[in-house]
T-cell receptor, first 116, second 118 residues
Framework: DAEITQSPRHKITETGRQVTLACHQTWNHNNMFWYRQDLGHGLRLIHY???????NKGEVSDGYSVSRSNTEDLPLTLESAASSQTSVYFCASSLRTENSGANVLTFGAGSRLTVL | AQTVTQSQPEMSVQEAETVTLSCTYDTSESDYYLFWYKQPPSRQMILVIR??????QNATENRFSVNFQKAAKSFSLKISDSQLGDAAMYFC???????????????FGTGTRLTIIP
């Protein structure tokens, strides 16, 4: 069965370290997204990609980067982790078609990151 | 930019009763889609229901239905015959319609935590 997997599911790191969260989907979806979830803020968009070599900034992109070298993967990198980046991170994907408005996002299980 | 507002951080309902979760949004677009997602304690995001703005008929999925008021920019979720398994965080979300091809990201509200009282 097709799926979207995130790793690691839990990670504890220290301030200033580089961290990469992996996202891998086997849906053959062209769209991929990274969101962070914080209490009182809901889900906020960090970065997104509409295809290979395409990346775009979301509303909370500072301190994060992504790259899309193939269809399946969109890793999220925190160049220098900060305590404010302690959060639950969700990767999601969707299929882009001519009439893709009703196409839903498929979410990964989330990655909980703690920055000490 | 579009915004989505959920003004009820927490709600509770007796098992088997009906509860309505509120959502309002702000947009200048006429063509868009609205969604309700459920997030149980497992943290998995699950689509509950979706509504196309051009459809006047309110969407329904079993015990879940919406009251879509386009002029008022309101999109509430009604859960009938509430069950213990309905306990979760519920998120309302907005995305632009197909006329804005290429703008396929979702904007989420802050969520409503629903508790089911046995």
């Amino acid at each position: 069965d097709a799926e979207i997997t995130q790793s690691p599911r839990h990670k504890i790191t220290e301030t200033g370290r580089q961290v990469t969260l992996a996202c891998h989907q086997t849906w053959n979806h062209n769209n991929m997204f990274w969101y962070r979830q914080d209490l009182g803020h809901g889900l906020r968009l960090i970065h997104y990609s509409y295809g290979v070599h395409d990346t775009n900034k979301g509303e909370v992109s500072d301190g994060y980067s992504v790259s899309r070298s193939n269809t399946e993967d969109l890793p999220l990198t925190l160049e220098s982790a900060a305590s404010s980046q302690t959060s639950v991170y969700f990767c999601a994907s969707s299929l882009r078609t001519e009439n893709s408005g009703a196409n839903v996002l498929t979410f990964g299980a989330g990655s909980r990151l703690t920055v000490l | 930019a579009q915004t989505v507002t959920q003004s009820q951080p927490e709600m509770s309902v007796q098992e088997a009763e009906t509860v309505t979760l509120s959502c309002t949004y702000d947009t200048s677009e006429s063509d868009y889609y609205l969604f309700w997602y459920k997030q149980p304690p497992s943290r998995q995001m699950i689509l509950v229901i979706r509504q196309e703005a051009y459809k006047q008929q309110n969407a329904t999925e079993n015990r879940f239905s919406v009251n879509f008021q386009k002029a008022a920019k309101s999109f509430s979720l009604k859960i009938s015959d509430s069950q213990l398994g309905d306990a979760a965080m519920y998120f309302c979300a907005y995305r632009s319609g197909p006329s804005n091809f290429g703008n396929e990201k979702l904007t989420f509200g802050t969520g409503t935590r629903l508790t089911i009282i046995p």
